[in-house]
């Protein structure tokens, strides 16, 4: 009997956010915090609620990841011009700082998870993760 496909996909999540969170650690940074600073470098000014589901995460834990973020000077809120009661969160210049600085070695990871792949198959990879992504979307 064959590996069930959801178990796999779990199985390299947690190996991927285990690789990144030893990458991330001198940073002092959870890879949730980072996958939530590189929402904002694609999407810069957003709620919390929509960073919440950009950054794959609850509305409460993103209300302390945004505290913490804050707190580090790596995002900051101000409020919308269109919504008087919603405030949009921005990346800092320290914020950019910090995923310049961590690129490189946030793309190893990447690099290390398809390390047995030609860039054929890394690319197959890539459009049958999107493709079962869209599928249950």
């Known amino acids: 009997m064959s590996t069930s496909l959801l178990y796999l996909v779990k199985r390299t999540e947690l190996a991927v956010r285990a690789r990144l ?7 002092g940074i959870t890879a949730l915090q980072y996958t939530a600073l590189t929402v ?4 810069d000014g957003v709620s919390a ?10 509305a409460q834990t993103m209300a302390d990841m945004v505290r913490a ?5 790596l995002i900051r809120r101000e409020p919308n011009p269109a919504n008087r009661r919603e405030r949009l969160i921005l990346l800092t ?3 950019r700082g910090l995923l310049a600085e961590y690129a490189e070695a946030t ?4 690099e290390r998870m398809t390390a047995g792949m030609s860039p054929a198959e890394t690319a197959a990879f890539r459009e049958a993760l ?3 992504w869209r599928s249950l979307s």
Do not use: C, I
């Open 107 to 110: 793309r190893g990871v990447e």
């Open 93 to 95: 210049g320290t914020g």
């Open 130 to 132: 999107n493709e079962a």
């Open 69 to 73: 973020l804050e707190s580090r000077g």
């Open 49 to 58: 609620a929509q960073l919440a589901r950009d950054s794959f995460v609850t």
């Open 40 to 43: 904002l470098e694609r999407h």
């Open 21 to 27: 969170e030893e990458v991330l650690k001198p940073a």
